[in-house]
């Protein structure tokens, strides 16, 4: 990863933007409907450090190189990260593609390398993204105090609200019913009771490519990992990047069972050719774990 991509708060900040022309407009597009302040300067404005008091980002869009690199200077003087349009050296971070969904978003970046790469893996993800999932974001997020105090267990928190997320009220969210979804998730709420957990087997001499969807799946889901050596890094990178890894040394049959009495969701991803042996191995202390 050559750029670490980061989501800035917008709700009651500044966006200046420098520039006249269309870049400047593509710039200003960006955050129609936002809640963001965006502020527009000239370039002999933005020259001005004093300018940028107050922004959390700045866009530069002028064609002269004097008057961009003035007020790129400018804007790293009052300390904003810049972006200057066509002039990625001069850059502090990129603009990536964005695929906007209100409490969603999705962002493809190439490091300024490949913008049409970008947009073409934009309109990948633009169409398998409803247009209601950040209306599902608003429900979690209004319905996160609730959540958290009906499951203050962080494991039992995650399994109700994977299930949830294919549930009645995330269908109710994404259709625009608020008021419906809000109730459907209270009732689930009310009546959830904790999970069984469960142990999956994930060959990891990879490719990654030839992984099944419910594979994959698992990986992005488990709460804990147990990793033995030799596991391709192309398999690891899809896991989730918080789950807490284990080596597959460090953690007996006993300590499988207690963590799945917990409830917790394991995957032990094996040495290549090995996930039949590690089944074996399970079966044999009474556990009984899934091949993926």
Same mark, same amino acid.
Request: aromatic share 4%; proline share 4%.
């Given at each position: 990863?050559? =750029?670490?991509?980061?989501?800035?708060?917008?709700?009651?900040?500044?966006?200046?933007?420098?520039?006249?022309?269309?870049?400047?407009?593509? +710039?200003?597009?960006?955050?129609?409907?936002?809640? &963001?302040?965006?502020?527009? #300067?000239? $370039?002999?404005?933005?020259?001005?450090?004093?300018?940028?008091?107050?922004?959390? /980002? %700045?866009? !530069?869009?002028? +064609?002269?190189?004097?008057?961009?690199?003035?007020? !790129?200077?400018?804007?790293?003087?009052?300390?904003?990260?810049?972006?200057?349009?066509?002039?990625?050296? #001069?850059?502090?971070?990129?603009?990536?593609?964005?695929?906007?969904?209100?409490?969603?978003? =999705?962002?493809?970046?190439?490091?300024?390398?490949?913008?049409? /790469?970008?947009? /073409?893996?934009?309109?990948?993800?633009?169409?398998?993204?409803?247009?209601?999932?950040?209306?599902?974001?608003? *429900? /979690?997020?209004?319905?996160?105090?609730?959540?958290?105090?009906?499951?203050?267990?962080?494991?039992?928190?995650?399994?109700?609200?994977?299930?949830?997320?294919?549930?009645?009220?995330?269908?109710?969210? #994404? =259709?625009?019913? %608020? +008021?419906?979804?809000?109730?459907?998730?209270?009732? %689930?709420?009310? $009546?959830?009771?904790?999970?069984?957990?469960?142990?999956?087997? *994930?060959?990891?001499?990879?490719?990654?490519?030839?992984?099944?969807?419910?594979?994959?799946?698992?990986?992005?889901? %488990?709460?804990?990992?147990?990793?033995?050596?030799?596991?391709?890094?192309?398999? *690891?990178?899809? &896991?989730?990047?918080?789950?807490?890894?284990?080596?597959?040394?460090?953690?007996?049959?006993?300590?499988?069972?207690? +963590?799945?009495?917990?409830?917790?969701? #394991?995957?032990?991803?094996?040495?290549?050719?090995?996930?039949?042996?590690?089944?074996?191995?399970?079966?044999?202390?009474?556990?009984?774990?899934?091949?993926?």
């Amino acid at each position: 990863m050559n =750029a670490f991509p980061a989501f800035f708060t917008l709700a009651g900040r500044r966006v200046v933007i420098v520039g006249e022309g269309e870049g400047a407009q593509i +710039k200003a597009r960006l955050f129609e409907g936002s809640p &963001a302040e965006v502020v527009r #300067l000239t $370039a002999v404005q933005g020259a001005d450090p004093q300018a940028y008091a107050g922004a959390v /980002l %700045a866009f !530069v869009a002028i +064609k002269d190189d004097g008057q961009a690199a003035a007020a !790129v200077a400018a804007a790293r003087v009052a300390r904003i990260p810049v972006n200057a349009v066509d002039r990625p050296a #001069l850059c502090d971070f990129t603009t990536p593609a964005l695929i906007d969904r209100g409490d969603v978003v =999705a962002a493809v970046g190439t490091g300024g390398t490949a913008p049409l /790469l970008a947009s /073409l893996l934009r309109g990948d993800i633009e169409a398998r993204l409803p247009e209601g999932a950040g209306h599902v974001a608003a *429900l /979690l997020g209004r319905m996160q105090g609730e959540v958290r105090e009906a499951f203050p267990d962080l494991a039992r928190r995650r399994a109700f609200l994977r299930s949830a997320l294919s549930g009645p009220a995330a269908e109710a969210a #994404l =259709a625009g019913d %608020a +008021k419906r979804a809000e109730t459907l998730l209270r009732e %689930a709420m009310a $009546a959830d009771a904790p999970q069984d957990g469960r142990i999956r087997l *994930l060959d990891g001499g990879g490719p990654a490519d030839l992984l099944t969807l419910r594979a994959a799946r698992a990986l992005s889901e %488990a709460d804990l990992l147990i990793v033995e050596e030799g596991v391709a890094l192309e398999i *690891l990178v899809l &896991a989730r990047r918080d789950a807490p890894r284990l080596g597959a040394a460090d953690i007996e049959a006993a300590d499988i069972a207690e +963590k799945l009495a917990e409830g917790l969701q #394991l995957v032990w991803i094996t040495a290549a050719g090995a996930a039949e042996g590690r089944a074996d191995l399970l079966a044999a202390s009474g556990i009984a774990a899934a091949i993926l």
